[in-house]
């Protein structure tokens, strides 16, 4: 009974896991494709800011030359009429990873 208990729940799972995928949206039109490895870990140290009112704006694996490369992050002015930076992030869909630029929000 066990067996055929674990082997349902297996099965829910996958199917769960499954549809989870179907739901991760697409790259968007001309979008930088990578399609053999996801970016790799990184510490940035953030020093102090440099005035009230500015954010740190996260560094990030960028894609040049067929191969990630850093780009350091910044301090910036919140821009006028947004409160928070919405940092940029690499997705994954399939086989591929994508950049998705950050933005203010």
Sequence with gaps: ?????????LTATSLLLAGALACVPPPPPGAVV??????PERV???????APGYVWIAGHWGWSGGDFMW?????ARVESGYRTWEPGHWR???HQWYWIEGHWR
């Design 1 to 9: 009974m066990k067996t055929i208990l674990h082997s349902c729940s």
């Design 34 to 39: 990578v399609e053999r490895r996801p970016p």
């Design 44 to 50: 940035e140290v953030i020093g102090v800011a440099p």
């Design 71 to 75: 780009v350091g992050g910044r301090w």
């Design 92 to 94: 994954h869909h399939g």
